[in-house]
């Protein structure tokens, strides 16, 4: 239990293990295996690596020995940046984490600063979050699987028929926000402003709309041979390393592991609505890609129901102070279910203006706990495969 | 989830010798944390990690916070003699409380759905003694949080398997999340072989006077 996967079962030692500059994958070959094992450095320029990300592999052959994945090139030390401004001045900021999820990252910034400060959202704003934050996770999850195809080599075709969707549902952002993927939607109390008028009608098409998409992408993917065979039994996680590396979201729900945080919080509205938890039962990289589908499907019910039941009035807690917010000393932890995974921040006032401790947990790095221990062992043309399974976002594992 | 005054009382109870202390939180409505002294942290994070009520097996979060010297400045009342009558004079005096580094976990159970716990230890102070037990080998999630950490902030955690920097390079010194970090104005540049180029173009092409 201690040790899950901590060192390959493969015994090479690393040079440098702990601190220190001078750290190689491989530390020294001895003269009988001298030439056995190559270290190639993917990325990080590599389009499989979806952004700037580096991952230094050892092989022997063409399976994977080591993977040591290397991090920094898009930091720009955004949780420093938002303890040098105000409250408000990071919500913007927060869209640029996950520029996919802007409109989910917004509200578990939001959360966050409404747990620290005490204060309550309007109905309607919790409709309106719910439906956008829905919203957020078809397209996230429709993207997704169109960038795992590409990733397996279908070029272009089926990402382009995700992102045809995707782009009705980032029109309908554009109306309400302003902006296609920077939202900057959500404010403490509620949201920035009310919906357009006709906003909900043409939502409401969309996702009567949106299930015959999902029932052509399924015909292309369910039981297609080639996706079978290049994704079932490839990088299995299971669900005892899954809980343990803290890996969170669907890529935690494909291991069987039962916990949906807007099950267990039920924080916002979620206790109204009726949906299910789809479960993996392999934890492999096809179960992350169909147990997406299944997610979205749920989304549907979800949307349906809030559509129904959005209630008119107010979309923000008129007595919270825009300007001059100063929440009184303490600290808070918000955290919601992103498209993703558990997105969470951490918050703590000195009673000043602007946060003493400002921080982001970073769900995409931490999914990344365990690439090593799921790459292992794999060809290396896999190992593009499960990174794309794990659908990270650079934006925020650098922050 | 008990109470987090209950699950102190039972920590003290399994575990002797261990030092923990309440730190209430002033936002209303949010948990207060445990303060745990960094010798027994690890028996302390196991127990709570075992016991069936808790069983707090998800390390959720894991951070740092960065405590600078605090310095008050005092105005006090002083007699001094001057010319052989005792005089009233106000002085100065500097009280100086050492800061420290802190480590943040918050646990929650993925098996009962509650938390969450949130666990915290501190260093001895910002420079010299900044090492921390190492929680990774009970929690893998806080894996590259704690390098992350060691990266911003400074703190050296004993027994991590591979602490390295994370987010910053190789040979970088300071740690940026502190408070009194100073960011140098030139780190960006580099020399390259383009300077040796300008170099010599310099000596061919002299600059002309700024006429704006």
């Known amino acids: ?399 | 989830m008990e109470s987090i005054e209950q699950i102190k009382l039972r920590i003290e109870q399994a575990i002797p010798g261990v030092i923990l202390e309440i730190i209430a939180n002033g936002s209303p409505g949010n948990p207060a944390s445990i303060r745990v002294d960094p010798e027994h942290a690890l028996a302390v994070a196991r127990f709570l990690k075992d016991d069936g009520q808790l069983r707090l097996d998800y390390a959720s979060n894991v951070t740092g916070v960065d405590w600078p010297d605090k310095v008050a400045q005092q105005t006090v009342k002083v007699l001094k003699m001057v010319d052989g009558v005792e005089k009233e004079f106000d002085a100065k005096v500097e009280t100086r409380e050492p800061g420290f580094l802190e480590a943040v976990y918050h646990l929650y159970s993925m098996e009962l759905k509650h938390g969450p716990l949130v666990l915290r230890m501190r260093t001895g102070d910002r420079a010299g003694q900044t090492h921390l037990p190492s929680l990774t080998p009970l929690y893998r999630s806080a894996d590259f949080q704690e390098r992350e950490i060691y990266d911003l902030y400074g703190i050296i955690f004993d027994g991590h398997p591979d602490l390295r920097r994370l987010l910053m390079w190789e040979g970088f010194e300071d740690h940026p999340m502190r408070k009194d970090y100073a960011e140098p104005d030139d780190y960006e540049f580099e020399p390259t072989a383009h300077n040796q180029v300008l170099a010599k173009a310099r000596r061919h092409y002299p600059p002309k006077a700024s006429n704006g």
């Open chain 1, 1 to 399: 239990m201690a040790d899950i996967g901590m060192e390959s079962a493969v015994g090479i030692s690393a040079a440098g293990d702990g601190a220190g500059p001078g750290y190689r994958l491989l530390a020294k070959e001895s003269p009988e295996e001298e030439g056995r094992f190559l270290e190639i450095s993917m990325g990080p320029q590599h389009p499989s690596t979806h952004g700037v990300f580096r991952m230094d592999v050892l092989l022997d052959g063409e399976t994977v020995v080591r993977l040591k994945p290397v991090f920094g090139y898009l930091h720009r030390n955004h949780e420093k940046i938002a303890e040098g401004t105000t409250y408000l001045g990071s919500m913007p900021y927060t869209d640029r984490l996950d520029y996919f999820n802007s409109m989910t990252n917004n509200w578990a910034y939001a959360l966050a600063v409404e747990k620290l400060a005490g204060i309550s959202v309007p109905e309607r704003a919790e409709y309106i979050r719910v439906i956008t934050a829905e919203m957020t996770r078809l397209q996230n999850h429709a993207t997704l699987m169109g960038f795992l195809l590409q990733d397996l080599g279908a070029m272009g075709t089926p990402l382009m028929y995700a992102f045809r969707e995707r782009e009705k549902i980032l029109d309908l952002f554009e109306a309400v926000s302003g902006s296609r993927m920077m939202c900057n939607y959500m404010r403490f109390g509620g949201c920035r402003v009310d919906l357009p008028s006709g906003w909900l009608e043409e939502t409401v098409r969309l996702v009567d709309e949106f299930p015959g998409f999902l029932d052509e992408f399924e015909a292309l993917l369910a039981e297609n041979e080639i996706l079978m065979a290049r994704l079932q039994g490839v990088g299995v996680l299971s669900a005892a390393l899954a809980v343990n590396a803290g890996v969170t979201g669907p890529m935690l729900r494909a291991s069987g592991v039962n916990y949906d945080i807007r099950k267990v919080d039920h924080y916002g509205i979620y206790d109204r609505f009726k949906f299910r938890v789809p479960l993996g039962a392999h934890g492999d990289c096809y179960d992350r890609l169909m147990l997406r589908l299944l997610e979205m499907r749920e989304s549907i019910k979800i949307l349906k129901q809030a559509l129904k039941q959005i209630p008119s009035g107010p979309v923000i807690d008129p007595k919270v102070k825009i300007r001059n917010f100063k929440p009184k000393p303490g600290e808070a932890y918000g955290r919601i279910e992103g498209p993703k995974w558990e997105l969470g921040f951490y918050l703590m006032s000195d009673g000043s203006a602007s946060p003493y401790r400002y921080r982001v947990r970073p769900p995409s790095l931490i999914n990344l706990t365990v690439l090593e221990d799921l790459c292992i062992g794999q060809k290396v043309a896999d190992v593009v495969v499960i990174l794309g399974s794990v659908d990270i976002v650079l934006g925020e594992v650098d922050r």
